[in-house]
């Protein structure tokens, strides 16, 4: 009986184990023969990965499309010569008693050379102390090539972003998208590489391998195998609205200012195109340390021109306007400034006040109890309304719905709107109105937003979507697609509306605070403003317009979080920027 229980279970374990085997074996053929192409949910490429182990790979340009500036200079890196070194190269290079002559070609010490490559894991370009590909000229590619060596080349080769790339954060990064299975290809994660991702995308990258064995010992007899996708149309490739010339005015100016934090637009006044866009800290993707620390890269990509922030008096703009269309306060109504207002501890930012002053004056001197009193008299609907119209409270990168076959489009895809109330907000409050007329409390926009908002000014009234991009392009230079000029519906100001806060503006720089800028080549117009962060940070703001006479281009430059409230770092960053300008379309 004993024996017989003992041989069922043998044979119930029997036929488990074979079970299991053969359901071992047909997963195992269902891998290797069905899904090699598309294993698991993630849909793998076993294959391709397979390859991928045993090839040391070098690519020499990612295969995606080029972002141009708006008079055809490209925005990206430029193709040198550099020397590919494969780790298999040391040892040859030891075995061939050759390291002293590749030490002359590179200009650096035996030591230093042999520590270098001792070090090399994965095949890379020889780079100096910066990380900068070392650009060989032709007699050295002979020497290289003169050499011989198993693993060690002269190649041609792009790299995407430079070290004194201008416009970082406006054309962005390509990267690994977070929580996603990470192939062979980068996609854009930020900037205009996100954006225009679906048309940038490469159709195969150009790159040099070199297969090992798995000890990472060459396998002889696999040559050296280049890739390389050869199309007349693809990829596709972008045309900014950019002026290279422009942007680099804009980033000496904020890199002589010493401003750590902020941020910097021109904008065409007659077109609303983006000729500049600064934003900081800067952004050093070429830096190791960059990319390794995901809180510094996602700090770094931040493009501080889309982001909201607390405008303080640049916002009495809004406040003024509303003012003005509705006929609520006249230019030389006069108003009595005595420092301090009401119950709320509000004050003015001159102590004891500015006595008694008109609506212009009180523009011109950025008084805070002027425009507390107009606030009450214009109300917060209306405040609302002009916000509205002045377009500060929506994005106004351009977009479009549906856009050429892949759904919502924005040129600016992480571009924040504004904000003049939270939910939560009492509006009919007293206390909040006043803060909120000067710029305070909940109230917040884009430096994109404000220099709009001078160009509607200083232009025809009207609100228009900004570009970014002119167009996109075939490889071959003929044209896919052109954005076309895009009015914002029912935003548009008064003629007489626009010629009087111009004189504002215009007040602002001649006798109120913004003096400092008189002394430039062209009249400048605008508005200054201080807005408490906290305890004792200040985001200090300039937004204006010039030449006066005839105005061609709005400006923003805004700088965050400063222990200071004095503005003299934008004015300086914004009198800079006007002098170039100047100079550059004598």
């Known amino acids: 009986m004993e024996n017989k229980k003992m041989n069922r279970r043998a044979f119930f374990v029997l036929i488990f184990l074979t079970l299991l085997i ?52 490209p925005l990206l890196g430029k193709e040198v010569t550099g020397l590919a ?14 390291i002293e002559k590749l030490t002359d070609i590179l200009g650096v010490s035996k030591e230093a050379l042999n520590e270098k490559l001792k070090k090399m894991k994965h095949a ?98 696999l040559n050296v195998k280049k890739q390389e996708q050869q199309d007349a149309f693809y990829p596709l490739s972008i045309k900014t609205t950019l002026d290279a010339s422009m942007q680099k005015i804009a980033e000496d100016a904020f890199n002589a200012s010493g401003i750590q934090e902020g941020a910097g637009v021109i904008l065409d006044v007659s077109t609303r195109k983006v000729l500049a866009m600064v934003s900081r800290p800067e952004f050093t993707p070429e830096n190791e340390e960059t990319r390794k620390d995901a809180l510094l890269l996602q700090k770094g990509l931040e493009n501080h021109a889309l982001n909201r922030m607390t405008p303080g008096s640049v916002f009495k703009i809004v406040v003024a306007a509303a003012a003005l269309e509705e006929g609520i306060v006249k230019p030389q109504d006069h108003f009595l400034c005595k420092g301090k207002y009401g119950k709320y501890g509000f004050t003015c930012w001159k102590e004891g006040g500015h006595g008694d002053l ?57 571009e924040q709107k504004g904000q ?107 508005k200054t403003g201080t807005a408490q962060i906290g305890e004792a940070n200040y985001n200090l703001w300039f937004v204006g317009y010039a030449p006066v006479e005839k105005p061609r281009y709005a400006v923003a430059v805004v700088a965050q979080n400063v222990a200071n409230s004095n503005s003299k770092p934008v004015l300086k960053v914004t009198g800079d920027i006007i002098q170039g300008l100047s100079k550059m379309v004598k």
């Open 22 to 73: 053969f359901g071992i074996m047909f997963r195992l053929a269902w891998i290797q023969i069905f899904t090699t192409r598309t294993f698991s949910y993630k849909k793998v490429d076993l294959i391709s990965r397979a390859v991928e182990q045993r090839r040391e790979k070098i690519i020499l340009d990612t295969g995606r499309g080029t972002i141009y500036d708006r008079n055809g200079t």
């Open 85 to 98: 070194i494969f780790p298999t190269a040391h040892a040859q290079l030891k075995k061939a008693g050759e």
């Open 124 to 221: 890379d370009f020889w780079r100096d102390e910066k990380g900068k590909i070392l650009p060989l000229d032709d007699a050295k590619i002979k020497k290289v090539t003169e050499l011989n060596i198993v693993g060690l080349m002269a190649l041609p080769v792009v790299e995407r972003y430079e070290q004194d790339q201008i416009a970082r954060q406006v054309i962005g990064y390509i990267g690994y998208k977070e929580n996603t299975e990470k192939t062979t290809e980068k996609v854009g994660i930020a900037g205009l590489e996100e954006s225009f991702q679906p048309f940038l995308n490469s159709i195969g990258e150009k790159s040099v391998s070199f297969f090992v064995d798995g000890r990472g010992r060459p396998l002889y007899g």
């Open 358 to 414: 008109t609506f212009e004056e009180a523009f011109a001197q950025s008084c805070n109890i002027t425009f507390a009193e107009v606030a009450k008299k214009v109300g917060p609907k209306k405040i609302i309304e002009y916000a509205r119209r002045l377009g500060v409270t929506e994005t106004l990168g351009w977009e479009k719905d549906p856009f050429q076959k892949i759904g919502a489009f924005q040129q600016f895809s992480r």
């Open 420 to 526: 003049i109330y939270t939910s939560q907000s009492p509006q009919d409050d007293e206390g909040v109105l006043i803060q909120t007329a000067i710029g305070q409390r909940d109230v917040q926009i884009t430096p994109l937003a404000a220099a709009s908002m001078a160009a509607i000014i200083a232009g025809d009234g009207k609100a228009r979507e900004v570009r970014g991009v002119d167009s996109i392009q075939y490889k071959n230079g003929s044209n896919f697609y052109t954005f076309e000029d895009r009015d914002i519906p029912d935003a548009a100001l008064k003629p007489e509306t626009l010629k009087v806060l111009r004189k504002f503006m215009g007040g602002v720089v001649e006798k109120g605070t913004a003096q400092s800028l008189r002394s430039l080549p062209w009249k400048v117009a605008g």
